[in-house]
């Protein structure tokens, strides 16, 4: 989620503002939504390297078992983008970061810490561990935490990448529209 | 195929968004006709949010137009914006240059963009260096801003554009830079690349454009060669008088009634007569503050006269 945010909303906001590298691409005969998606494939390139960091450290400390760790990567890739493309279809209209660190402040790091990322859901109050499983994040968490440990059923897997993929498919639906309205004003 | 219409815009029009404040939208470019042939030079002048680079906008495909119709290589910006961009170069008046990148690495993966290959790039680049003296493998951080300037247009020669569109190509050059690049540009016309600049110098529009327009509000307001433009509009010497506080104002009205024989215009800190004849409208104006106020203890206006 982290590397999502960072490659897909404060360099979004520096690509189309004060760097310019969005306008100057604007001007050759790429369309913005080529441009997008360039960025979010680099999106997707920075999330599979850092993941693969994270599967290789855990795989020598022998924290997971067997091969299934393998499959946290894409699933890793997913919830990364399933934060990468709503947020880049929010920070390419913005003009200055400060909305977006407002964001990280009080959206994203209160997700952090309510999605079972560091402690485990069953010790919250009941009402608030339904909210906490809605999160995007707790999705993604489960379903990296459930793959690596192998416990996954294919049920919950489905279920947590369909939420995920329409999180990833809306934003990026959302940000062609964006991403054309400033590219070409 | 000279003679042929590159550009044809009837009734532009461009309308912003409203932004926080005006309820209605901007309306920065209103009702606007042109037409460009091959090979010609075509120049705006105008104040700074005249429109100019909103109506060049509109050209190069980059933003959609709100009226009006506008072809550009015959092809319609609204439908074929990549391939109108492919034959087209942009020099943006801020550069929007990949600082962190070498000019070598800028010019080529702007290349890349135009989906130039490595070789046809590298054939390119050999040219395009020359206007940068040694600088190729420099950061473009470490840039002065003029050299940047010269990247920027560099940049916008990689894919062999046949209408090149310049915002101000000149601002910050150095006049042996400046005439490095007029060369170039001049050059290029030859070869049948259409032009169309902004610029505030009259000079640069004079040296290098056949026909300017002159745009405030987002209309043109003037059309027509450079020395047409020059002979209906400017005259041949300007008269600027300082007054002391207070007499500016009664000093400006008498001169227009004394009948000084041009346009008088009144600046919060000096006077300015357009005229044929700066010594006589500066004789008048002596002569009418001596015989309505004779006990003014104003001392003598400053003068500068320039001519055309
Ligand atoms: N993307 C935009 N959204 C809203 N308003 C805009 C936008 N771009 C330009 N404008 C407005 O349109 C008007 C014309 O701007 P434009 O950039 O065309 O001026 P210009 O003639 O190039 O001026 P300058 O000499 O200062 O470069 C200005 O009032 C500007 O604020
Ligand atoms: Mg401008």
Same mark, same amino acid.
């Given at each position: 989620?982290?590397?999502? %945010? ?20 604007? &001007? ?25 960091? %994270?599967? #290789? ?7 997971? /078992? ?22 880049? =279809? ?8 400060? /909305? ?6 009080? #959206? ?57 993929? =329409?999180?990833?498919?809306?934003? +990026? ?13 | ?32 006709? %042109? ?15 005249? !429109?100019? =680079?909103? &109506? ?5 495909? +980059?933003? @959609? ?16 914006? @990549?391939?109108?961009? !492919?034959?087209?170069? #942009? ?13 070598? *690495?800028? $010019? ?9 290959? /490595? ?12 206007? $940068?003296?040694? /600088?190729?493998? *420099? ?12 990247? &920027? ?23 042996? =830079? ?49 020395? *047409? ?7 041949? *010497? ?28 009144? $600046?919060?800190?000096?006077?300015? #007569? ?35």
């Amino acid at each position: 989620m982290q590397t999502g %945010f960072i490659e897909g909303g404060g360099r979004v906001v520096a690509a189309a503002g004060w760097q310019g590298s969005y306008r100057s691409a604007a &001007t050759t005969p790429l369309e913005p939504a080529e441009i997008m998606a360039g960025h979010l494939l680099f999106v997707a390139f920075r999330l599979l390297t850092s993941n693969a960091a %994270f599967v #290789v450290v855990m795989a020598a400390f022998g924290v997971s /078992k067997g091969w299934w760790v393998i499959a946290t990567l894409p699933a890793a890739l997913l919830t990364g983008l399933a934060f990468a493309t709503p947020i880049a =279809a929010w920070a390419v209209g913005l003009r200055s970061p400060s /909305k977006m660190n407002s964001a990280f402040r009080f #959206v994203l790091m209160p997700m952090y810490m309510f999605s079972g990322t560091f402690f485990a859901l069953d010790q919250l109050p009941h009402w608030l561990r339904v909210a906490a499983n809605a999160l995007p994040l707790t999705q993604g968490v489960e379903l990296c935490r459930s793959l690596s440990l192998g416990s996954a059923t294919s049920l919950e897997v489905l279920g947590r990448g369909a939420y995920l993929l =329409a999180l990833a498919i809306g934003g +990026i639906a959302v940000a062609r529209l964006t991403y054309r309205r400033r590219l070409h004003p | 195929m000279s003679g042929a219409v590159l550009v044809e815009a009837r009734g532009l029009t461009k309308t912003y968004p409203p932004r926080n404040g005006d309820a209605q939208g901007h309306r920065a470019v209103d009702g606007i006709d %042109f037409e460009l042939g091959r090979g010609e030079a075509f120049g705006f002048l105008g104040p700074n949010g005249a !429109g100019k =680079a909103s &109506t060049m906008r509109r050209v190069a495909a +980059i933003s @959609p137009v709100s009226g009006g119709s506008l072809r550009v290589l015959g092809m319609d910006p609204a439908r074929d914006g @990549p391939e109108i961009r !492919g034959r087209i170069g #942009v020099v943006p008046q801020d550069d929007c240059l990949d600082r962190e990148l070498t000019v070598r *690495e800028n $010019l080529y993966i702007y290349g890349r963009y135009f989906g130039l290959s /490595k070789a046809v790039i590298r054939e390119r680049l050999a040219d395009l260096l020359a206007l $940068l003296e040694d /600088k190729a493998d *420099e950061q473009v951080e470490a840039l002065s801003g003029g050299m940047r300037r010269r990247l &920027t247009i560099a940049r916008s020669l990689i894919n062999e554009p046949e209408i090149l569109l310049l915002d101000e190509p000149t601002t910050g050059l150095d006049p042996q =830079a400046r005439h490095v690049l007029w060369d170039r540009l001049f050059r290029l016309k030859q070869e049948g690349v259409t032009l169309i600049l902004t610029t505030h110098y009259m000079d640069e529009a004079e040296q290098l454009c056949d026909r300017l327009a002159v745009m405030d509000g987002g209309k043109i307001v003037a059309e027509g060669s450079p020395r *047409e433009l020059i002979d209906a509009h400017v005259t041949r *010497e300007v008269l600027e008088l300082r007054f002391p506080t207070g007499e500016q104002e009664d000093a400006s009205t008498r001169l227009r009634d004394g009948g000084v024989g041009g346009r008088v215009e009144l $600046l919060p800190d000096r006077v300015v #007569v357009y005229t044929d004849d700066g010594e006589a409208a500066l004789a008048m104006r002596t002569h009418c503050r001596s015989s309505r106020s004779p006990h003014s203890s104003a001392g003598p206006p400053s003068r500068t006269s320039s001519s055309s």
